[in-house]
């Protein structure tokens, strides 16, 4: 059986909560890129349920929820509690270049990761250059 004492582990448990630390952080890490056509936001979120994922943009702003719960049960004894639980809520203001009417989610192993496509108006395109003819062609002289 694990044993474990510390008279602060209360206080130090809330503190993280609020504060987070480097092996516990308050927030969900996130990695964001461009790939091509595509900007693509992946986000940590290991031990959530799917079901538990509610991900939401209004205007340009992108909200990710998601729940991590303990086990609950008649017979479940918690021994140690050292992850994080509860609600974890991250926002992403996205540019006015991203097509978020065709914003894709998936998450596979622990990982939620959102595909954005760049919108048409945003992509590099090559501008033609037409000639008026020789007849319409000036010299600049300096004033």
């Known amino acids: ?3 474990r004492t510390d008279p602060f582990r209360e206080i130090d448990r809330i503190a993280e909560q609020f504060f987070g630390t480097t092996a516990r952080p308050a927030t ?3 990695d964001a890129y461009r790939d091509g056509d595509h900007f693509y936001a992946a986000f940590d979120l290991p031990g959530v349920d799917p079901d538990s994922i509610d991900c939401t943009v209004e205007r340009n702003v992108l909200t990710v929820r998601a729940e991590r ?3 609950t049960g008649d017979n479940v004894e918690l021994v140690a509690a050292e992850r994080p639980m509860g609600t974890f809520t991250r926002q992403l203001f996205l540019g006015d ?3 978020t009417d065709r914003l894709e989610a998936g998450y596979d192993n622990g990982v939620l990761t959102l595909r954005i496509p760049v919108a048409e108006r945003a992509k590099p395109r090559r501008i033609s250059v037409t000639t008026t003819g020789e007849g319409n062609r000036r010299e600049l002289t300096p004033a």
């Open 69 to 71: 719960r303990r086990p």
């Open 97 to 99: 270049t991203l097509d």
């Open 28 to 30: 969900m890490h996130l």
């Open 1 to 3: 059986m694990l044993m």
